[in-house]
């Protein structure tokens, strides 16, 4: 009898239990759905990326609500944290402390939730100048009347995991913070407020590597894609409803060699040079140069940098597989056309100068008369050599020899044979 009574008494304890906390755990999961008829939540964001050690960077996120989603976030902001928090004055304003409570819960609740953002991990976020005053504009002093723009400043350190991934460009998490984490860092609220109206998105990511953004798919808003030597920049924006449902998408890929943005400008820059020269490379010199062929060889280098640079036009992704099909194709077109033209052309003709005289010197009879002294007085100058003849023992020829030579070893001039005698004259 005993033991049965305990029974009864421990599960009467669990009812009593049970009925004192299920409506605080029922409580718990309430959410309030807040759907203004007017204004919007604008989120305007930019991420910076450097590939270096770690591939880290930061970015810049501010939020503008306008309209009466504005109004009825102040009203949200005055009940809980001027009536409700343990630093509500009670005064139906909203000044520094009660900022500050509504600040570190937006933070609380952005550490928690909003850990990825654009293809990036968010590791910290904080004020744009750590002042409550100048970073929360439209909300120091405003009350459940006031109908004014608010703009929230913050900046985050930021870092890319390693890996491909999917990018949802249109994701609203941002957004959704600003009525979501109303009362987060007090377990005791249990409201949770669901925001139900018009989104913008501003979006701008500036990733400096070898990695590439592939794969777009855009459904409702805009996009572009820019390609540079050391990397890629996209930028996008949108404007929609809670009850619009569209998919705009972005591949982000660590690395590929087809997409690489400094392998595609190599490519280029290397095929853009044979495609820009190529009418000079085939044209003889001596052929007249054609302008319009030249003048389309330069014009085929830029349409290939620009299909470079424009990773997207009009929303449309411009894969790097059409860079490496165009820059051969580009250059092949070129050859067929020069040799067409320059192929088919005549040689145009030399004309050579004939070569100028050999300029003379006009010599006046005075040098030749002073020529003609100069050697007389030479010739007598010279010392006088005394001779004596002989005449050739084989011919008989008679002619004159120095005194001092022997006769008989004197060479004849008539019949070159030596011997002589001399002669007594």
């Not at 009203?75 to 500050?100: F, K, P, R, S, W």
């Not at 030749?368 to 007389?376: C, D, F, L, V």
């Amino acid at each position: 009898m005993k033991k049965r009574t305990g029974t009864i008494f421990f599960l009467l304890s669990l009812f009593l239990l049970v009925s004192a906390f299920g409506p605080i755990m029922t409580a718990s999961a309430q959410q309030v759905t807040v759907a203004p008829v007017s204004g919007e939540i604008k989120v305007t964001s930019d991420i910076e990326m450097m590939i270096g050690v770690s591939f880290s960077g930061g970015g810049h996120v501010a939020w503008t609500i306008t309209g009466d989603t504005a109004h009825e976030l102040r009203i949200l902001l005055i009940d809980y944290y001027d009536g409700t928090h343990a630093y509500g004055n009670q005064n139906d304003l909203l000044e520094v402390l009660e900022m500050d409570s509504f600040k570190h819960d937006l933070d609380t609740y952005l550490t928690s939730y909003v850990k990825n953002y654009g293809g990036v991990t968010i590791r910290d976020y904080r004020l744009l100048n750590s002042n409550v005053e100048t970073d929360m504009r439209g909300l120091l002093n405003s009350d459940d009347t006031s109908t004014g723009t608010i703009e929230i400043d913050m900046y985050f350190d930021a870092h890319f995991n390693a890996g491909s991934k999917k990018i949802d460009l249109a994701s609203t998490v941002w957004h959704e913070a600003i009525f979501g984490c109303i009362g987060e860092s007090n377990p005791a609220f249990n409201t949770t407020y669901v925001y139900e109206g018009r989104f913008a998105i501003d979006h701008s990511e500036y990733v400096i590597s070898t990695s590439a953004f592939i794969g777009v798919n855009i459904d409702k808003g805009n996009f572009m894609l820019l390609r540079t030597p050391a990397g890629e920049i996209y930028t996008y924006n949108a404007r929609f409803s809670s009850s619009e449902v569209f998919s705009d998408t972005l591949y982000y890929s660590e690395f590929d060699w087809i997409e690489c943005p400094l392998i595609l400008f190599i490519v280029v820059i290397l095929f853009g040079f044979f495609v820009a020269t190529m009418p000079n490379r085939v044209r003889v010199e001596t052929q007249p140069k054609v302008g319009w062929l030249h003048a389309v060889s330069k014009i085929a280098f830029l349409l290939l940098l620009l299909f470079t640079f424009l990773g997207s036009i009009g929303g449309m992704f411009i894969s790097g597989i059409y860079i490496w099909i165009l820059t051969p194709t580009f250059l092949f077109i070129m050859l067929v056309l020069s040799k067409s033209v320059y192929g088919k052309m005549p040689l145009r003709p030399t004309h050579r100068r004939p070569a100028p005289p050999i300029p003379t010197t006009a010599v006046s009879p005075s040098f030749h008369h002073r020529e003609e002294k100069t050697i007389i007085i030479e010739r007598e100058a010279a010392p006088k050599v005394e001779t004596k003849p002989v005449q050739c023992t084989n011919c008989g020829e008679i002619f004159e020899i120095p005194d001092n030579d022997m006769a008989n070893m004197a060479r004849c001039p008539a019949c070159s044979d030596i011997g002589s005698v001399d002669l007594d004259i």
